[in-house]
Nanobody, 127 residues
Framework: QVQLVESGGGLVQTGGSLRLSCAAS????????MGWFRQAPGKEREFVTV????????YYADSVKGRFTISRDNANNTVYLQMNSLKPEDTAVYYC????????????????????WGQGTQVTVSS
């Protein structure tokens, strides 16, 4: 059983930056693809980005491409989400998730592709 704990959320002004972290325990971190999703109030959960086991392959939602960067440190069982040029519409609870399999983007942007989820961290971008 994999446990995921997100951190790094907070309040930031438009145009600012935040770096989220997701620490994993209880499994072989390097064998999982790791993704980030977010859910804004009153909206459905949406895919943000995913990174393969090795870190070589990444996918991004169009809404964050060029502003967000996902990375991972397999030695420290942690995945990161660097968020730059933040906008009010980025306000949401951000969740990290772990997937045993890594497929194409159509698969990886689908929540049920992930077996394990964290509790989330709140990101609020003020205008």
């Amino acid at each position: 059983q994999v446990q995921l704990v997100e951190s790094g959320g907070g309040l930031v002004q438009t145009g600012g930056s935040l770096r989220l972290s997701c620490a994993a325990s209880g499994g072989t971190f390097s064998s999982y693809a790791m993704g980030w999703f977010r859910q804004a109030p009153g909206k459905e959960r949406e895919f943000v980005t995913v990174i393969s086991w090795s870190g070589i392959r990444t996918y991004y939602a169009d809404s964050v491409k060029g502003r967000f960067t996902i990375s991972r440190d397999n030695a420290n069982n942690t995945v990161y989400l660097q968020m730059n040029s933040l906008k009010p519409e980025d306000t949401a609870v951000y969740y990290c998730a772990a997937a045993v399999s890594f497929g194409d983007i159509a698969t990886m942007r689908w929540g049920p592709a992930y077996e394990y989820w964290g509790q989330g961290t709140q990101v609020t971008v003020s205008s």
